[in-house]
């Protein structure tokens, strides 16, 4: 049975016809992975454990912009998670990349330069599902590895809630943006974020 949060975010979801029902994360277990429960029983930021919601969808809509277009969500609400990889040398560094739906990464300039890599490029499937024991496809910032640092672009942080990867293709969170700042290894990135051309 789901339970229906009363929030204007999810007020707002409901009013524009979208069909996404979301529960808080902790009394639907089941349909996120292990590490994402476990990191919102421990969480230590000011954010409730309730506030982190997450509603069932279709796998075949898990991407930013198909889910945007099913489910009536605004893409200003809604973010994209990459997991990226930079190397310079024998020396490997891990990020997790968020920018909002309708942009991309911009990896070549400001992310190889953050990382001082010189090359970058998206993390291998391998060890993406191995270092976070979530699916490929619906990866989210929350139950990481806390080695691996978080660029933000600012505009995720523009709305007061964001929709992101509940990290099993058939779910989707909805969680308060300023959360994102309470991730370890959690920055602002200037211009990571390109806006893709219609």
Request: glycine share 10%; hydrophobic share 40%.
């Amino acid at each position: 049975m789901y339970y229906l949060i009363s929030s204007p975010f999810v007020n707002y979801l409901f009013m524009q016809g979208t069909s996404l029902n979301f529960s808080p994360v902790l009394e639907r277990p089941d349909l996120v992975p292990a590490s994402l429960t476990e990191a919102i029983k421990s969480w230590t930021g000011p954010q409730k454990a309730s506030d982190f919601l997450v509603a069932e969808i279709d796998p075949e809509f898990s991407g930013g912009a198909e889910l945007c277009a099913k489910y009536g969500v605004d893409p200003r609400h809604g973010a994209n998670c990459l997991i990226v990889e930079g190397k310079r040398g024998g020396i490997s560094s891990i990020v997790v990349c968020l920018v909002p739906v309708g942009y991309r990464y911009d990896m070549s300039g400001v992310v190889r330069k953050k990382l001082n890599a010189r090359q970058v490029s998206v993390a291998s499937l391998d060890l993406v599902i191995s270092k976070t024991q979530m699916e490929y496809g619906s990866i989210t910032p929350i139950g990481l590895p806390k080695d691996w640092q978080v660029f933000i672009d600012p505009l995720v942080m523009t709305s007061e809630r964001i929709i992101i990867g509940g990290g099993l293709k058939k779910s989707k969170l909805s969680i308060p943006s300023n959360a994102l700042m309470y991730l370890p290894g959690a920055e602002i990135v200037e211009g990571l974020a390109k806006k893709i051309d219609p």
